[in-house]
């Protein structure tokens, strides 16, 4: 019996539970990735989108979702493994300890200048988690074809 099911005790009309698996678990992240990162790009094109200067409020709102999403990404980013991580990874991993460092400038650009550059970041972060996904899909043939033959990549 695997971890995630039990029998329902003693009583034959009552439904077992079932096994989630790790598929079932699987999608179901995805699906949360996907909306996160769906939210990102919203914050990232509102963030590239200012042309005049935002009001207070609303730059330090978006500021703020920014850093949080770039946190965010930045761990998942530092999870990859240095020999597996894309370059683009390891240089946004390398601006984001910088934004942190320095914060935004002084001067009147200097918040929506910082706000800018942590969307660029963000932007970075997502395109690195896509790169290393797409290596994983695209050796996930090679890895476990149980009684089937291995697949050559001329014969995809």
Same mark, same amino acid.
């Given at each position: ?10 009583? @034959?009309? $009552? #439904?077992?539970?079932?096994? *989630? &698996?790790?598929? =079932?678990?699987?999608?179901? +992240? ?16 509102? /963030? =590239? /989108?200012?042309?005049?200067? #935002? ?6 709102? =978006? $500021?703020?979702?920014? *850093? %949080?999403?770039?946190?965010? =990404?930045?761990?998942?980013?530092? %999870? ?5 991580? @894309? !370059? ?10 910088? *934004?942190?460092?320095?914060? #935004?400038?002084?001067? !009147?650009?200097? &918040? ?6 942590? /969307? ?14 797409? $290596?994983?899909? +695209?050796?996930? @043939?090679? $890895?476990?074809? #149980?009684?089937? !033959?291995? *697949?050559? @990549?001329?014969?995809?």
């Amino acid at each position: 019996m695997h971890e995630h099911t039990s029998q329902a005790e003693n009583d @034959p009309s $009552t #439904p077992a539970e079932t096994d *989630l &698996s790790a598929a =079932l678990l699987l999608q179901a +992240a995805m699906v949360l990735e996907e909306h996160a990162e769906a939210a990102t790009f919203t914050l990232i094109r509102q /963030a =590239l /989108a200012i042309r005049q200067s #935002p009001g207070v409020q609303e730059l330090a709102k =978006l $500021t703020d979702a920014l *850093l %949080t999403q770039c946190a965010i =990404l930045a761990t998942g980013v530092e %999870t990859i493994s240095a020999e597996k991580c @894309p !370059p683009r990874g390891a240089g946004a991993l390398r601006d984001w300890a910088q *934004l942190r460092r320095d914060g #935004p400038a002084d001067g !009147p650009l200097g &918040s929506w200048s910082y706000a800018r550059q942590l /969307a660029l970041v963000a932007r970075n972060l997502i395109q690195a988690v896509h790169a290393y996904r797409a $290596t994983i899909a +695209a050796r996930a @043939p090679y $890895t476990s074809r #149980p009684n089937l !033959p291995s *697949l050559v @990549p001329s014969s995809q």
